[in-house]
């Protein structure tokens, strides 16, 4: 697609449920991350995933968050027994190919899901 | 792990004057980037340092790069309330994970 697509934009759960979120990035971005930014605070790297290696998980806060990237493209962020503290905006950004020194390796972010936990 | 630093966090400065926000990291990172976050928006790119010594300029935002210090610097000329925004600094560790700094409020009035 022309962007980052992500859904839902917002969702309202109970302190307790399951959700996941969905991400879509840029057709033929091998390089797809996410982020937590609670209300008012800064970007909080939560996982990374690149082409068929093994993710870089080293962002998630506990063993409730998971991801998964099928196909090496969409991107699934699920987070199981919600608290309150989850609350948050969850950003997903893909690159062409991180790291690579000869070139810019900007991310696009996609608009983000707005997570509430009552 | 790569630690980015800015400041100030907030910053609030009258039209048509000049500032600059700092960005500090604590290791080794060749490439540094700019964000631009509008409230209840997404982050947009603004500016990719890829050197020592690079510089960027569009319009009244000028971003520098000092790699031997470990410092990027976001200089604000002559501000307008378009650019009120929220300005987050980046760069990558062990070449794959982007970590972002804490961001810098910015709000500029008449």
């Known amino acids: 697609g022309a962007g980052v697509s992500q859904s839902p934009s917002n969702k309202v759960t109970e302190k307790g449920k399951d959700v996941e979120l969905r991400c879509d990035p840029i057709s033929g971005h091998t390089a797809l991350y996410w982020y937590r930014q609670s209300l008012g605070q800064g970007l909080e790297f939560l996982i990374y995933f690149q082409g068929n290696s093994a993710p870089d998980k080293s962002g998630l806060p506990s063993d409730r968050f998971s991801a998964e990237r099928t196909g090496g493209s969409v991107s699934t962020l699920t987070i199981q027994r919600t608290q309150q503290e989850d609350s948050a905006v969850y950003l997903c950004?893909?690159?062409?190919?991180?790291?690579?020194?000869?070139?810019?390796?900007?991310?696009?972010f996609g608009a983000g899901s707005r997570l509430t936990v009552l | 792990e790569l630690k980015v630093e800015q400041n100030p966090l907030f910053l609030s400065m009258q039209e048509g004057k000049n500032y600059t926000i700092y960005c500090n990291y604590s290791?080794?990172?060749?490439?540094l980037y700019w964000y631009r976050q509008d409230p209840g928006k997404s982050l947009e790119s603004l500016f990719v340092?890829?050197?020592?010594?690079a510089v960027k300029q569009e319009g009244r935002l000028m971003a520098s790069l000092d790699t031997k210090a470990r410092l990027s610097t976001l200089h604000i000329t002559a501000a307008v309330h378009d650019l009120s925004a929220t300005y987050f600094c980046a760069g990558y560790y062990n070449t794959d994970k982007l970590i972002f700094g804490t961001g810098t409020r910015l709000q500029v009035f008449p």
């Open positions: 290791t080794t990172s060749d490439r």
């Open positions: 950004a893909s690159s062409s190919r991180p790291g690579q020194s000869s070139g810019a390796n900007v991310l696009t």
């Open positions: 340092l890829l050197s020592n010594g």
